[in-house]
């Protein structure tokens, strides 16, 4: 209620009481004019009514929600369920326009605020998480795979006759369809092996970019998050190579912002060379449902070509979503949720490594790896040609997930090209723990 309205409830409550509930508003809308202003994560998380206040705040700006609305356009809001309009605070028009995600809408003043709001407050946790020198972002309702898509399509328009992108091997198919899908062909550069380490071989990648000629190359797409026994990929000497040569950089950093080893990689990049953009996942780094990225980076004017290049409007739900986390845990909040997970992967890395001595098995020696841990199977394989399989399901249907065993000399087929894991090893990853 506004001033008036708290004056008029004066004639029918005692006017003491009325101030005393008007104080306690007030205090509410404090919080919401500090992020209005400020457009950053708060210090202290929000409560619930708080954020609900703010959203049924933001969603009476939409057209679709004013008193008395004559909708009488293909797109005006409307929604037959009561249960999926409640689901979504009523705020139904989505975000972006036709010609840019970003862009403001005129029949949804409360949609384009909270799409505004979310990249705002989503930048200031990535510069909080490590890339301090990341001037822009946004939040894009697709997951990290077609999300590098996006980028290199928008890097199609401004190098025009290149068809290769260089790609340092990692075995995960998303990213590596994320290039197909885009119509450019990968340049695998195989890692090389230091102790149990897969690390960049750079000599390679450049020996690649001289071979195929630089015009003639997208991008090189580098990855920072991955499975042991792989590590993330040397972003600053590749980030050299980039600016050397001058070729794009793209990072995949889907589930790199909880960690700060990766977050540092891409600072450190973006400091001695180049890097274009980075991805990550909402769903991995911030615990909301799967569907949503964040792209950033240290041009606005590219960002800003990216988030045009997504055709036409698109859903609210992970920005919607990805605030309502982010007021919820506050900026005190999430810096606690990747301390733990720091203490909880030393704790994991000292049991597994206890757990492979008592099998006669080790624990691969990954140190440039955060966030996931390998473990030989080798005993295990020699009992019979299924054990290490079984192994695998015995621990899903013990409810164990995220661990995934690898038996040697697995394939894996994508887009026709088969990829093949080079060792057995039972790998673990540390993600964040769920609030309680």
């Given at each position: 209620?506004?001033?008036?309205?708290?004056?008029?409830?004066?004639?029918?409550?005692?006017?003491?009481?009325?101030?005393?509930?008007?104080?306690?508003?007030?205090?509410?809308?404090?919080?919401?004019?500090?992020?209005?202003?400020?457009?950053?994560?708060?210090?202290?998380?929000?409560?619930?009514?708080?954020?609900?206040?703010?959203?049924?705040?933001?969603?009476?700006?939409?057209?679709?929600?004013?008193?008395?609305?004559?909708?009488?356009?293909?797109?005006?809001?409307?929604?037959?369920?009561?249960?999926?309009?409640?689901?979504?605070?009523?705020?139904?028009?989505?975000?972006?326009?036709?010609?840019?995600?970003?862009?403001?809408?005129?029949?949804?003043?409360?949609?384009?605020?909270?799409?505004?709001?979310?990249?705002?407050?989503?930048?200031?946790?990535?510069?909080?998480?490590?890339?301090?020198?990341?001037?822009?972002?946004?939040?894009?309702?697709?997951?990290?795979?077609?999300?590098?898509?996006?980028?290199?399509?928008?890097?199609?328009?401004?190098?025009?006759?290149?068809?290769?992108?260089?790609?340092?091997?990692?075995?995960?198919?998303?990213?590596?369809?994320?290039?197909?899908?885009?119509?450019?062909?990968?340049?695998?550069?195989?890692?090389?092996?230091?102790?149990?380490?897969?690390?960049?071989?750079?000599?390679?990648?450049?020996?690649?970019?001289?071979?195929?000629?630089?015009?003639?190359?997208?991008?090189?797409?580098?990855?920072?998050?991955?499975?042991?026994?792989?590590?993330?990929?040397?972003?600053?000497?590749?980030?050299?190579?980039?600016?050397?040569?001058?070729?794009?950089?793209?990072?995949?950093?889907?589930?790199?912002?909880?960690?700060?080893?990766?977050?540092?990689?891409?600072?450190?990049?973006?400091?001695?060379?180049?890097?274009?953009?980075?991805?990550?996942?909402?769903?991995?780094?911030?615990?909301?449902?799967?569907?949503?990225?964040?792209?950033?980076?240290?041009?606005?004017?590219?960002?800003?070509?990216?988030?045009?290049?997504?055709?036409?409007?698109?859903?609210?739900?992970?920005s919607l979503d990805l605030l309502i986390t982010l007021l919820t845990l506050g900026t005190k909040g999430y810096q606690q949720l990747l301390k733990e997970r720091k203490e909880?992967?030393?704790?994991?890395?000292?049991?597994?490594?206890?757990?492979?001595?008592?099998?006669?098995?080790?624990?691969?020696?990954?140190?440039?790896?955060?966030?996931?841990?390998?473990?030989?199977?080798?005993?295990?394989?020699?009992?019979?040609?299924?054990?290490?399989?079984?192994?695998?399901?015995?621990?899903?249907?013990?409810?164990?997930?995220?661990?995934?065993?690898?038996?040697?000399?697995?394939?894996?087929?994508?887009?026709?090209?088969?990829?093949?894991?080079?060792?057995?090893?039972?790998?673990?990853?540390?993600?964040?723990?769920?609030?309680?």
């Amino acid at each position: 209620m506004n001033t008036e309205n708290f004056l008029a409830s004066e004639r029918l409550v005692n006017a003491a009481y009325v101030r005393q509930g008007s104080q306690g508003r007030r205090a509410h809308e404090l919080r919401l004019r500090a992020l209005l202003e400020q457009g950053k994560c708060p210090e202290d998380g929000w409560d619930e009514s708080t954020i609900e206040l703010f959203l049924h705040e933001l969603a009476i700006m939409d057209s679709n929600n004013f008193l008395g609305n004559c909708g009488v356009g293909e797109r005006e809001g409307r929604v037959a369920s009561g249960l999926v309009a409640r689901r979504h605070y009523r705020l139904i028009h989505g975000i972006g326009r036709s010609g840019d995600i970003s862009a403001v809408q005129p029949k949804a003043a409360g949609s384009s605020l909270l799409n505004k709001l979310t990249n705002s407050v989503a930048l200031d946790i990535i510069k909080l998480a490590g890339v301090r020198t990341a001037s822009s972002c946004f939040v894009v309702p697709m997951a990290t795979g077609m999300s590098l898509t996006l980028c290199f399509l928008t890097l199609r328009h401004k190098r025009p006759k290149a068809k290769y992108i260089i790609w340092p091997r990692i075995d995960q198919k998303s990213c590596f369809k994320s290039m197909i899908t885009a119509g450019f062909e990968p340049v695998v550069v195989e890692n090389v092996l230091e102790g149990d380490e897969l690390r960049t071989d750079l000599k390679a990648v450049e020996a690649k970019i001289q071979d195929l000629e630089a015009d003639n190359i997208l991008c090189v797409h580098s990855t920072t998050s991955c499975f042991a026994p792989r590590v993330p990929d040397r972003l600053e000497e590749l980030a050299e190579i980039c600016a050397r040569y001058d070729i794009p950089h793209i990072v995949n950093n889907a589930y790199g912002v909880q960690s700060s080893k990766c977050m540092h990689l891409i600072q450190q990049g973006a400091r001695r060379g180049r890097i274009d953009a980075f991805v990550q996942s909402l769903d991995k780094n911030f615990m909301v449902p799967v569907g949503g990225a964040i792209i950033a980076g240290f041009s606005d004017s590219f960002i800003q070509e990216i988030s045009k290049m997504y055709p036409g409007r698109a859903s609210a739900s992970p920005s919607l979503d990805l605030l309502i986390t982010l007021l919820t845990l506050g900026t005190k909040g999430y810096q606690q949720l990747l301390k733990e997970r720091k203490e909880m992967f030393s704790y994991l890395s000292e049991n597994v490594k206890k757990l492979a001595e008592a099998y006669n098995e080790r624990l691969l020696e990954t140190p440039h790896n955060p966030i996931s841990l390998a473990m030989s199977l080798r005993e295990l394989d020699k009992q019979s040609g299924t054990a290490v399989t079984q192994l695998g399901s015995m621990l899903f249907t013990r409810q164990v997930s995220g661990a995934r065993v690898v038996p040697l000399g697995s394939q894996q087929t994508s887009s026709g090209e088969a990829n093949m894991m080079c060792r057995d090893c039972w790998t673990l990853n540390s993600h964040q723990p769920q609030p309680a």
